[in-house]
């Protein structure tokens, strides 16, 4: 039993090594809340970031296995408020994803009510992009050119 825990932390410490020896790494975490359309807050200034979900970009210094954010803090259209640091960790990949949940608290249907409104806005958005303009061509014209001296003449019909 003791050689397996020797083995794992062995195993861990070596990892531990690689990864944090192999340069700078750029995270993006997509912090999501629920319901959606949180407004986002990020850094001591609580600069505002828009809705959720929204991806933020994190770099992991070369000598750091993890890092934990600044506090971020989302506000729900009731003024309902919730604020978190997070760890943002090497082992879990370039993407990662953090998810808000609302307290119980009142307002959850004024709330709710929001989150439908941002997926219909985020929605019609992503249907105008997906439509094509109709394209027409010309019409087909018949031409021919000729020259009289050094000087071309173009007719079309």
């Known amino acids: ?15 531990g090594v690689v990864l944090a020896g192999s340069g700078p ?3 993006e975490v997509t912090v999501m809340s629920d319901p959606v359309g949180a407004t986002l807050y990020a850094n001591a ?8 979900p929204r991806v933020m ?21 009731s003024g309902v408020e919730v604020t978190e640091k997070y760890r943002i960790c090497r082992s879990v990949g370039k993407r990662q994803q953090v998810v808000f949940q609302r307290p119980s608290v009142p307002g959850a249907d004024i709330d709710a009510n929001f989150a439908i409104q941002i ?22 014209h018949n031409c021919y050119s000729y020259f ?8 079309c019909y």
Do not use: H
């Open 1 to 15: 039993m003791r050689s397996v825990l020797v083995t794992v932390s062995l195993i861990c410490a070596l990892s």
């Open 119 to 140: 997926l219909q806005q985020q929605a019609a958005a992503q249907q105008a992009a997906d439509q094509v303009p109709y394209y027409q061509p010309p019409a087909p």
């Open 25 to 27: 790494m750029t995270v």
């Open 57 to 77: 970009k994190y770099v992991i210094p070369k000598a750091l296995e993890c890092i934990t954010t600044q506090p971020l803090k989302v506000r729900w259209a």
């Open 45 to 52: 200034a609580e600069t505002s970031f828009g809705y959720t």
């Open 148 to 155: 009289v001296g050094k000087q071309m003449f173009t007719n």
